[in-house]
């Protein structure tokens, strides 16, 4: 049972690391959010529809119920995305990244309202480290300029992110990660197609391979695995867990970016590693 605990906790922290390509990539890629977010859906829904193909995954959907929950999930995620590419053009992978991991915290609160699990007071405790934690890694943490905008995007972004998570655990019982994860990006695929026509898309082609990275890590692979990790850990389990996204973000961005990180993201990260060991030793024994 333990072995596969730690199956189970290896395998979202690897949804993490994943997941911790968006940064990186949404700060470097040089064309619109919205067109951003469009070509991530139609790739990751291709690369996830030939994995569902060759897997012989069902991708029925059973009831108009199970579709309106979809659609609502999937609209909260493409919003959540938007509003985070935003708040990391307006500033840096750092602020963008740890505004958005105010997420755990806020899924904590609002869980109990939405699924029948008892609220445990720790999450609080937890959630309030994981802020501290990632206040402190910020570096230079200024409210000047864009970057309140960002921070702005970024908390709302996290919100939206919360919505959409829980609502997803409740398809999670009848349906895989993986479908799951496709009817989402064919939502999104196709409320966002206008975007295409009337913004900016001169730079797709130059961009094009970073887009692709988008599409397969970030989004087929990571954001799937980490639906799939509900049927094994609340939303708030899998969320704190996951704040250890911030820090593979600013590594990554520090290797691909030159952003160098300063001794507050080695103190911060430290903290946000605390957190996430506690959980997993509470995760276990539950």
């Not at 690391?17 to 291709?46: A, E």
């Not at 897997?55 to 199970?66: E, F, P």
């Not at 609220?119 to 409210?143: K, N």
């Amino acid at each position: 049972m333990k072995n596969q605990h730690s199956k189970n906790l290896i395998f979202l922290l690897i949804a993490t690391l994943f997941g911790s390509t968006s940064g990186p990539l949404g700060k470097f890629i040089d064309i619109p959010p919205p067109v951003i977010i469009w070509c991530r859906c139609i790739l990751g829904g291709l690369f996830l529809y030939a994995f569902c193909y060759f897997k012989k995954v069902n991708l029925k959907i059973y009831s108009k119920r199970d579709f309106l929950t979809i659609l609502i999930s999937a609209l909260f995620f493409g919003a959540h995305w938007i509003t985070y590419f935003y708040a990391l053009k307006l500033s840096n992978v750092a602020i963008g990244m740890l505004s958005l991991f105010t997420y755990p915290m806020l899924t904590a609160l609002i869980e109990p309202f939405f699924i029948k699990v008892k609220f445990d007071p720790i999450y609080i405790v937890l959630s309030l480290m994981v802020l501290l934690g990632l206040y402190i890694l910020a570096p230079e943490f200024s409210l000047q300029n864009s970057y309140v905008e960002a921070i702005i995007f970024g908390v709302i972004s996290a919100f939206l992110y919360a919505l959409r998570n829980i609502i997803s655990k409740k398809l999670i019982s009848r349906y895989t990660g993986t479908s799951i994860m496709f009817y989402q990006l064919v939502v999104l695929t196709i409320v966002l197609l206008p975007a295409i026509f009337f913004m900016d898309t001169s730079n797709i082609l130059s961009q094009f391979p970073y887009i692709i990275a988008l599409g397969l890590l970030t989004t087929a692979i990571g954001h799937t695995m980490l639906v799939s990790s509900f049927k094994h850990f609340s939303v708030s389990t899998a969320s704190i867990i996951s704040s250890t996204q911030p820090i593979f973000g600013i590594i990554l961005a520090f290797i691909f970016l030159n952003e160098m990180p300063s001794l507050n993201t080695f103190l911060g990260g430290s903290l946000i590693l605390a957190t996430v060991i506690i959980e997993s030793v509470r995760s276990r024994n539950k």
